[in-house]
């Protein structure tokens, strides 16, 4: 369980490290804020008119008695509401990841080479358009595995209880398990690693993961966080896949990984 601690300080560390590097977390700005933008509209006109889709979708309620026809309708847009700031939340990091490649590109390889003995980064080795190639085609095999997931828990929150506790709970966990691996991918990919080996890795440490991850999501539900959190969140993932890769980190920085290996050592 120490791992969920070791997560959170790589977090940390990520916005402390870009609050020391200004220009570096100005840069980092104009993705979120374009992503904040667009998706700050579809959910305005999910508000607005997502009345009208579930009226339309339940005709069949239009013979109920009041006020069972408006509190069940009332329900489902409530629920279509929340599956659409759930789905808001999944994928804000892939298509802001996306939109932004070249400036958290940039951004994780100044981390590397801040944290990195010899001052260098791992590079790709790959033109800009095949980054941004498999960059997209990464981002929606995730986004898919995002989808199901939201649809499943969507299906499960409508059992009493359960839905209203353990789905909540589950919901943030898995939430915080695919923004790690959209962030992480943007150091992982520059080491050439692939998108199954990444599973694989993230999976190997899972409580590591939601440590990271969890929180932030939590905090990605509050209005525009999101785009502030996240290029330190971006230079907290390239730590944390320092970490996970056994790479030897310099300076304050190190202090999670050497927290680490006492943990694997006890």
């Not at 969920?4 to 020391?20: C, D, I, P, S, T």
């Not at 490649?101 to 944290?115: A, G, K, T």
């Not at 209005?223 to 996970?244: C, E, K, N, S």
């Amino acid at each position: 369980m120490r791992d969920l601690g070791v997560g959170f300080k790589y977090l940390v560390k990520g916005q402390r490290w870009v609050a020391r590097h200004g220009k570096q977390y100005e840069f980092g700005l104009i993705p979120g804020l374009i992503t904040m933008v667009l998706y700050a509209a579809a959910l305005v006109a999910l508000a607005v008119w997502g009345d009208d889709f579930v009226t339309w979708a339940t005709p069949f309620a239009d013979d109920w008695s009041s006020p069972w026809d408006g509190l069940f309708r009332a329900f489902l847009t409530a629920v279509l509401w929340a599956l659409g700031l759930l789905l808001a939340v999944l994928t804000f990091t892939a298509v802001t990841l996306l939109i932004g490649q070249p400036f958290y590109e940039s951004l994780s390889e100044q981390v590397d080479r801040d944290v990195s003995p010899d001052g260098t980064a791992p590079e790709s080795g790959l033109p800009l358009w095949r980054e941004l190639l498999i960059s997209a085609r990464d981002s929606l095999r995730i986004v898919v595995r995002a989808l199901c997931w939201g649809v499943l828990l969507f299906a499960l929150g409508f059992i009493p209880v359960f839905g209203q506790t353990v789905v909540p709970v589950l919901g943030f966990f898995v939430t915080g398990f695919f923004l790690t691996e959209e962030l992480a991918a943007v150091a992982l990919q520059r080491r050439g690693v692939e998108l199954r080996d990444r599973l694989t890795l993230l999976r190997s440490r899972k409580t590591l993961v939601w440590g990271f991850g969890t929180p932030l999501g939590m905090a990605f539900l509050v209005p525009f966080v999101a785009v502030f959190l996240m290029p330190g969140a971006v230079a907290g993932a390239t730590l944390m896949v320092r970490d996970l890769l056994g790479e030897e980190t310099v300076g304050e920085e190190a202090e999670g990984a050497e927290t680490e290996e006492e943990n694997v050592t006890a």
